[in-house]
Every structure is written in C-alpha cells, then in structure tokens.
C-alpha cells in the first residue's frame, strides 16, 4: 500500500523544538523528492522543506536557519527538525512525495499524507 503517515505534532511554547516524522511505504526517496507542506488555519497550503533526490535540500525563507529536512533511508522515513519555533509555525504540517523535480513546487506532489497538527502559543 503506496502511503504516507506523519507523527509528532503537538504544542510547544515559542522557542521551542518538534521533530516530525513521516512513514513512507511503496514511495522512497532515491527518486521522488519527498516534502513537508503546511497548512496555517484560514490560509493557502505552503511548501516549508523538500528533499529530493541526490540529497538536495530546499527551504522555504521563513524557515531557512530553523527546520531541517533529512531521512533515514533504512527506515524509509523522512523528518522535519524544527527549532526556535515560532507562534507563525502554528499549521497543519503534510508530507508529500513528488516528482524527482518537485522541490518546492506544491502541484508537483501527488501523494499525501492526513497531516499532523503543530500549535506553537507566545
């Protein structure tokens, strides 16, 4: 079964620090770029951080120097570091596979995971 599963959401106070993960099954990361998306309440879903293959790395500014992106290819995961958070990163976060080309592209991921809920309070 082709799927994605995220974990470890949660709340955290400003400044603080989440680790999400995302499970892939029947999708790896040897040839699609796989991406963490968000989803802030009221507003448009925005890409935040995609790893693609030959381990190339793609931040979204309002993240860069914060969140990273990484995997670990025996487990067939991908994670999503993020530290020094901000009541801003308060969202939905998705993970997404795409196309080897995707980066950052949103249209060009095809296959979703059902989201894991960040609330980062002041």
């Known amino acids: 079964q082709v799927q994605l599963v995220e974990s470890g959401g949660g709340s955290v106070q400003a400044g603080g620090s989440l680790r999400l993960s995302c499970a892939a099954s029947?999708?790896?990361?040897?040839?699609?770029?796989m991406g963490w998306f968000r989803q802030p309440p009221g507003k448009e879903r925005e890409a935040v951080a995609a790893l693609c293959p030959g381990a190339a790395t793609y931040y979204a500014d309002s993240v860069k120097g914060r969140f990273t992106i990484s995997q670990d290819s025996a487990k067939n995961a991908v994670y999503l570091q993020m530290n020094s958070l901000k009541p801003e990163d308060t969202a939905m976060y998705y993970c997404?596979?795409?196309?080897?080309?995707?980066?950052?592209?949103?249209?060009?991921?095809?296959?979703w995971g059902q989201g894991t809920q960040v609330t980062v309070s002041s």
């Open positions: 029947g999708v790896t990361a040897i040839n699609n770029c």
């Open positions: 997404a596979a795409g196309h080897r080309w995707a980066r950052l592209e949103l249209s060009q991921y095809t296959l």
